[in-house]
């Protein structure tokens, strides 16, 4: 009782304030306590759950990515792109090991530093010794220096790299270094006590041309990290390409490595292969013989040739010229072009204006004329439009035509290449003739909705299909625009602008049987292992026209090429058919004339011919665009080209010759070595061989050949005359050698032979009674020794186109 007394009188002592707050209510009681900090437990809570959410499930991908980045180095191993292949194996476009260099400058300030720790402590000890230390060579300049040597990159910029960011480990000092060059480096990091740390070198892969510029239109280029960009190299670059491997190192927190061997390994899939129908041989004699034509004709907007398979669309050959260096893409090569640039920096040119106009005229080089540019086809196309009559039966060969020089159709007077009039002709002395006034009459025996049926039949209102990035459409007049005057226009090809691959297609449907078919460059593709993953099969369209029609058409043009004696395509032992055509740029003619006042024509003349004509297996095109020379018809300039390579590549392809009686008689024949020889009996090997003989010296008895001219192995032709020198105290016998330039085939005959010397003559139309002497060599004004030969190119200019 006490106790407590003594506490109530305690509690009697509280003062009236204390007994006023305690009166008051209690605003921070326990519970108040328990729901603030439950409260502020929700809020961390919530916090870390979006933070969790965020990090963890929304941006958890990046987040993981980004850490790996931190403990893991990840090394690309790059694919090997696929080889390219011409149709007989021969390599066109392959990939080799090269190798990509940089530096670490983190490792390097490293490496420094320890490197010159453990120099102090050995030269200190020299020092104690009373020897003098050899100098220390820091690290980066050392790095700097060797580099620069063997790469001849920039000294200072290396140095400035090793020690202006010493975080970073990764600096590309020189891309694409070859062998030899790698393998300096190589010797230099061992002679220096370097390392990988240091210097690394990463193997990569580059792209090169073994040929330089053998179809360089077709192949393409990639760019310098290997991506297609042009040609086959762009439009199959997903198979070339093949898939990049990785191999994954773990790292330390400074970026080394923490053992040698990868964690994981993912090997690269080597791109896949691809074999061409291109024939590299048939290939180079398209090249050779259209920049000839080029450089002879001065053709200032290009030249191509297309050579395809005919029943199966394969194409074995289809060049631009001038080509270009595909291991050098950016040189410009037209000669032309070069020039356009020199006259424009000489007038004042500013370097954009001169940047802007190279970049145009790079592109432009680029770029494969077959396909993706469009000319009005001329007169080749009237081939289309005889064979589309002549299945129609509204011509045949017995059909007649009457020319006056000018054919007027409503009002408007086109007019004949001739300006005397053909008078009246037949089917085949219309298309051997060229005749227009003849075709605007097949052409309105056709009518305008049989033409455009046709038209579109044969392949010209859409792209051919072939497996080439940049194929263009043609560019023509509708059904529904087509006026009887532009059928006219239409029926000799001078209306619609097509490419010459269009051209060529539907030519091989003319004389193939009718069948008009899809053209490819790529026969098959194989795996890394060379096993064929893919074949490429001929796919016909359609038939267009009629065996029996395809017939007729084989038999029209053969006599095209055969008629008088031969035109510039015609070839001895063999039955060639064909066309030529010479078209006015009408639209560009127009076009300056509006602007400058300027009345100037320009042609694209070309030619289109097929082999053996009886059972054709290739056809070619041939078409020169703009050329600025003394000839601009398409049996001038484009037939010779088509002469040339059908000699050398049709006995390529396995199509040998026929030679008719009158043709062997005729043909060359090698000079036989009869130096040593008793007169009478050398003169009897000549003979018996088909040459004549003419002596020098005394033929007494015994005398023996001392020299012959023209040498032994010469081929000339049969019946000319071989001088044989008996004995030795003779002189050789020398001339000039006559110029013949523009004589006809007897007149140089003549010229040549009257001044000792023996004449061999080249070119298709040499029987022709137009031909005459377009070149010769030894250039006239030659001095040389009587009886050599001098060989001489004759050509019928101006023909009928």
């Known amino acids: 009782m006490g106790f407590w007394k003594g506490v109530k009188a305690v509690g009697k002592s509280i003062s009236k304030h204390e007994q006023e707050l305690a009166e008051k209510p209690r605003l921070w009681n326990s519970s108040t306590k328990q729901i603030v900090v439950l409260g502020f437990i929700v809020i961390i809570a919530a916090y870390v759950g979006a933070f969790l959410l965020k990090y963890s499930i929304l941006e958890g991908d990046k987040w993981r990515m980004y850490a790996t980045g931190q403990q893991q180095s990840v090394v690309t191993i790059q694919a090997n792109r696929g080889t390219i292949y011409d149709s007989n194996g021969t390599q066109l476009a392959v990939s080799s090991t090269v190798w990509d260099v940089t530096i670490s400058p983190h490792d390097i300030d490293l490496n420094n530093t320890a490197a010159k720790k453990e120099y102090d402590r050995k030269a200190q000890a020299k020092i104690e010794k009373g020897e003098t230390p050899e100098p220390y060579t820091d690290r980066a300049e050392l790095v700097a220096k060797g580099l620069s040597d063997i790469l001849g990159v920039d000294y200072d910029k290396i140095l400035s790299e090793c020690r ?165 893409p950016s040189e410009l090569t037209s000669a032309y072009d070069l020039q356009t640039l020199e006259e424009m920096k000489a007038s004042g040119a500013t370097e954009e204006e001169l940047s802007e106009k190279e970049a145009a005229l790079r592109e432009q080089q680029w770029k494969n004329k077959a396909i993706t540019e469009l000319y009005y086809p001329g007169s080749v196309f009237k081939t289309v439009t005889c064979a589309s009559a002549l299945e129609e039966e509204v011509v045949s060969l017995n059909s007649t035509f009457h020319c006056a020089a000018v054919e007027i159709v409503a009002g408007t007077r086109i007019k004949c290449w001739s300006s005397y009039g053909h008078g009246t002709l037949t089917l085949q002395q219309a298309v051997t003739k060229s005749c227009n006034p003849s075709f605007i009459q097949i052409g309105q025996l056709l009518g305008k909705d049989k033409f455009c049926d046709y038209f579109e039949a044969f392949g010209f209102t859409e792209p051919t299909g072939i497996d080439l990035p940049g194929e263009s459409g043609s560019l023509y007049v509708s059904r529904d625009n087509m006026g009887i005057v532009e059928l006219a226009s239409s029926s000799f090809g001078q209306t619609n602008k097509v490419t010459p691959l269009q051209m060529t297609t539907a030519l091989c449907a003319i004389v193939n049987g009718g069948y008009l078919v899809t053209p490819y460059v790529v026969d098959k593709i194989l795996d890394s292992d060379g096993n064929v993953v893919q074949t490429t099969e001929t796919r016909i369209k359609r038939q267009v026209i009629s065996e029996e029609t395809s017939a007729t058409m084989r038999q029209i043009l053969e006599t095209v090429v055969n008629d008088n004696g031969g035109s510039n395509a015609y070839i001895n032992g063999y039955r060639i058919g064909g066309k030529s055509g010479t078209t006015e740029k009408i639209d560009e003619y127009n076009k300056l004339k509006a602007e400058t006042g300027i009345d100037h024509m320009t042609y694209v003349p070309s030619f289109a011919a097929f082999a053996p004509a009886d059972d054709p297996q290739i056809v070619m095109l041939v078409m020169a665009d703009t050329p600025t020379g003394t000839q601009y018809y398409g049996s001038a300039v484009a037939a010779p080209v088509v002469s040339a390579v059908f000699k050398e590549g049709l006995p390529h392809l396995g199509i040998y010759p026929t030679y008719t009686a009158e043709e062997l008689a005729k043909m060359d024949a090698a000079v036989p070595y009869v130096l040593g020889m008793e007169s009478q009996r050398a003169e009897a090997k000549l003979n018996a061989e088909g040459f004549e003989v003419r002596y020098v010296g005394d033929q007494a008895s015994g005398a023996t050949v001392t020299t012959q001219i023209p040498a032994s192995g010469t081929s000339i032709p049969k019946g000319s005359t071989v001088v044989l020198y008996l004995g030795n105290e003779y002189d050789l016998e020398s001339g000039v050698i006559p110029d013949v330039t523009n004589m006809t085939v007897s007149q140089a005959n003549e010229a040549i032979t009257n001044a000792g010397f023996n004449i061999k003559i080249s070119g298709g139309a040499a029987d022709n009674d137009s031909a005459v002497a377009t070149s010769q060599y030894p250039v006239g004004g030659t001095d040389a020794y009587k009886g050599n030969v001098v060989e001489v190119t004759f050509q019928v200019n101006g023909y009928a186109d």
Request: charged share 20%; hydrophobic share 35%; glycine share 8%.
């Open 164 to 328: 202006t960011d010493l975080d970073k480990q990764y600096y590309i000092v020189k891309r694409k270094v070859e062998k030899p060059e790698a393998n300096e480096i190589t010797k230099f990091m061992s002679d220096n006590g370097l390392n990988s740390d240091d210097i690394h070198l990463w193997p990569t892969s580059k792209r090169t041309y073994p040929n330089d510029s053998l179809a360089a239109n077709i192949i393409g280029f990639t760019n310098f990290d290997g991506d297609g960009v042009y040609g086959l190299e762009a439009y199959y670059d997903d198979y070339l390409s093949g898939t990049d491997g990785k191999a994954v190192y773990s790292v330390s927190a400074d970026g080394r490595e923490l053992n040698g061997a990868s964690d994981a390994y993912y090997s690269a899939v080597d791109g896949y292969s691809l074999v061409l129908t291109l024939d590299e041989v048939l290939q180079h004699y398209l090249e050779k013989n259209l920049a000839l034509c080029v450089s002879q004709h001065q053709v200032i907007n290009r030249a191509c040739g297309i050579i395809m398979n005919c029943k199966t669309g394969a194409v074995l050959a289809m060049a631009t010229a001038p080509s270009f260096n595909l291991n050098d």
